[in-house]
C-alpha cells in the first residue's frame, strides 16, 4: 500500500467508526474498519473521477464540474436511488425528482442527525452546552492543534491535511540555469538535438548505399 493512499485511509478511519457507532455497532475488527476504509476511498476516487469525466465530455473548454455533473456522477454511483434513466424521463416527459429528494432529505434525516451527535457536533439530551464552546470542531483541526505547539496552520500549508501553499519559481545558484523551468528547457532541448544528430548518424548518405557500391 503507497503512502498517500495510507494516510488518506488513516484520514477516514475515524468518521468510519462514527458512522458505525451510530449505526449500533460498538466494536469491529481492525481489518474489517481498513477494509470499509479502502471501499470508501474508492467509492470517493470513483465519484470524482466519474464528475471529472462529464466535464470534460459536456464542456471541454472549462472543465470544472457543474451541478449537472456532479448529478450525473451521482447517478453513475448509484447515490441517486430510485431514480429514472434519461430515455425514460424523455418518454415520460416529466423530471424524475424522487432521488434527489431522497438525498436531499437525508441530511436533516435522524440518521445524518445521529452521526452528528456521536461525532460530537450536536449535543447529547441533558448535556450543558457552553455558548463559546457552540461551534464544535472536526477531528482533523482538533488533532492538527494538539499536535502543533503553536497552533498555526503554516505548519501544514502545501500538504494534504493543510492549505494550499503559495507557488514561487524555484532559483538555482551558482548553476548555468537561473530556476528549473529555464533548466527543464535546456534539458529538453539538448535531447531534441541529440535525437536529431543520431536520426543523422543512422541514416548514411545514399551515395554509400548498397546500389551505389562496387563490390
Do not use: C
Amino acid at each position: 500500500m503507497s503512502g498517500p493512499q495510507t494516510l488518506h485511509n488513516a484520514l477516514l478511519r475515524p468518521p468510519i467508526i462514527q458512522i458505525l457507532r451510530a449505526a449500533g455497532f460498538h466494536s469491529t475488527r481492525p481489518s474489517v474498519l481498513d477494509t470499509l476504509a479502502d471501499i470508501t476511498g474508492r467509492y470517493l476516487l470513483l465519484l470524482g473521477s466519474a464528475a471529472a469525466e462529464h466535464a470534460a465530455n459536456s464542456h471541454p473548454d472549462d472543465p470544472a464540474p457543474t451541478l449537472a455533473d456532479i448529478m450525473l456522477a451521482l447517478e453513475d454511483v448509484g447515490a441517486l436511488q430510485p431514480q429514472m434513466k434519461g430515455f425514460e424521463e424523455d418518454w415520460r416527459q416529466e423530471e424524475d425528482m424522487r432521488g434527489i429528494d431522497a438525498l436531499l432529505s437525508w441530511f436533516p434525516g435522524l440518521v445524518n442527525r445521529e452521526i452528528q451527535r456521536i461525532a460530537g457536533f450536536i449535543p447529547t439530551e441533558g448535556d450543558v452546552v457552553d455558548a463559546d464552546l457552540a461551534e464544535k470542531e472536526d477531528f482533523l483541526t482538533a488533532m492538527k492543534k494538539k499536535h502543533s505547539k503553536t497552533g498555526e496552520e503554516s505548519r501544514y500549508a502545501g500538504t494534504v491535511i493543510g492549505k494550499d501553499a503559495e507557488e514561487h519559481p524555484v532559483i538555482i545558484e551558482g548553476g548555468a540555469a537561473a530556476s528549473i523551468g529555464e533548466w527543464a528547457s535546456q534539458i529538453k532541448s539538448q535531447v531534441i538535438y541529440a535525437e536529431s544528430v543520431s536520426s543523422a548518424i543512422s541514416s548514411p548518405p545514399s551515395s554509400l548505399s548498397d546500389e551505389g557500391m562496387d563490390i
